[in-house]
């Protein structure tokens, strides 16, 4: 973006045939490159003032430029979104592809410029008198172009001779039945293609004998086929089958042809199917989760455990109560002697823990083996925050062995090296601090 080239620019987004002005400055690189793309396709006139007059040969000269390799970059886009089966992208990209190497927007009545001896002034004329499309116009007989026109003959019979070599492309589809796999749902059809001209002979346009391309995509957007050959491989009628797979009972199939590097060539017809909804899938509902005793109601940032899950609430908990039974300041430490550990080992044994086999949950993860799971509240009344009870587990917890109950002599042996492991905890504290 030069200096002197800003207010030129300006009164190009002024235009009211551009088709897509910029609603900002213009200062940017790529304002410039977005206009002149534009300019071009719109097919704008060129400005009369002194100010474009300095910079037009250096206009017309970035613009060949800038067209020429987005025409290669719009070629990448097709291939890439046809890999990928985006049927929109891919027609639309194509679309523009178009546009950019006739040198002029597709579906507008620009694409009559494409012929010789028609300017702008005869582009405008011939679109008021209703003939918006090269087709219309080709449809004419001599005498109509010369009326239409306003010339006199031979004009109508130069400009037929021409439009004999303009492609006329033709299409047909149908449904040629069901297509059955041994993967069963969902349900797939056979379409039956037929792609020709109606030319007299094969097509040649711009001393060039065009390429063709066939696109068929379902309703959702989905791009069920891609082709790309020659305009004379269509001299028979070339005949092409393919599967689509549908989705739904409501999805039609779109197919379109059309003519690279030309505009006005595009011939597209739709299949409306008549496939009962049974054969269809039926629609997977994603369960919600149920109201499990208001754990996710009660789930604040005040009650949420921010230490982890497997931390056992109930020893925590006669630890707090162990604290605030003992009149010690802040910096004292309970002498190891005086802690009664009963309250967090009083719990009642059974003669055998039973735990059930692992049980899968609505949501497809595995629930674990916490008592509360169920929403049962804890011991001491509060509710379970156990993320594992609301959301489940990925893989399922093993299932322990069975425990039976301890001697007594193991008991003890047991206490006595739970009370050595809480003087040596307390002493490496003391010693920290």
């Known amino acids: 973006m030069k200096p002197n080239e800003r207010s030129s620019l300006r009164e190009f987004n002024k235009s009211p045939i551009l088709k897509y002005p910029i609603k900002e400055n213009i200062s940017t690189t790529a304002h410039k490159i977005f206009l002149m793309v534009q300019i071009q396709l719109g097919g704008i006139e060129t400005l009369s003032g002194n100010d474009f007059r ?45 546009s950019v190497s006739a040198g002029y927007w597709e579906n507008s009545s620009l694409q009559l410029r494409q012929i010789t001896h028609i300017g702008p002034a005869l582009a405008r004329k011939l679109a008021s008198n209703n003939v918006a499309t090269v087709e219309k116009f080709a449809n004419l007989d001599t005498s109509g172009i010369e009326r239409v026109v306003g010339r006199n003959p031979p004009f109508g019979k130069k400009m037929k001779d021409e439009l004999a070599r303009f492609p006329q492309l033709k299409l047909t589809a149908k449904i040629a039945g069901r297509a059955f796999s041994k993967a069963g749902p969902p349900p797939k059809v056979k379409v039956s293609v037929l792609l020709g001209y109606r030319n007299k002979q ?18 959702n957007g989905v791009l069920a086929h891609f082709w790309r050959g020659n305009i004379k491989r269509l001299s028979n009628e070339y005949e092409m089958k393919f599967n689509v797979e549908l989705s739904s009972p ?3 199939i779109k197919c379109y042809i059309s003519c690279d590097e030309i505009v006005g060539t595009m011939q597209s017809c739709v299949l409306k199917l008549e496939i009962p909804p049974s054969d269809f899938p039926p629609l997977r509902l994603v369960e919600q989760p149920e109201p499990n005793a208001g754990l996710a109601q009660y789930e604040t940032s005040e009650t949420r455990d921010e230490f982890g899950d497997d931390i056992d609430e109930d020893a925590m ?11 010690h300041s802040e910096d004292d430490f309970v002498d190891i002697d005086n802690v009664d550990t009963s309250k967090s080992t009083n719990r009642k044994r059974t003669d055998e823990v039973e735990y059930s086999e692992p049980v899968r949950m609505h949501n497809g993860k595995w629930a674990c083996n916490h008592y509360c799971r169920d929403g049962q509240p804890l011991k001491n009344g509060q509710l379970c925050k156990h993320k594992c ?45």
């Open 54 to 98: 300095v910079i037009s040969r250096q206009f017309a000269m970035e613009t060949g430029l800038i067209l020429d390799r987005f025409h290669r970059l719009i070629r990448c886009v097709v291939d890439c979104k046809a890999i990928d089966c985006d049927g929109i992208s891919t027609r639309c990209a194509l679309d523009l592809a178009r």
């Open 202 to 219: 094969v097509p040649q346009w711009n001393s060039k004998i065009p390429a063709v391309t066939f696109l068929a995509e379902t309703s």
């Open 250 to 252: 409501s999805d039609e």
């Open 317 to 327: 908990l006669a630890a707090v109560e162990q604290v605030e039974g003992n009149d």
């Open 389 to 433: 009870c609301r959301e489940g587990l990925d893989k399922p917890r093993k299932v322990p062995r069975k425990k039976s109950n301890l001697s007594a002599a193991d008991d003890q042996s047991e206490k006595g090296k739970g009370h050595e492991r809480l003087k040596g905890s307390v002493s490496k504290v003391s010693n920290t601090r």
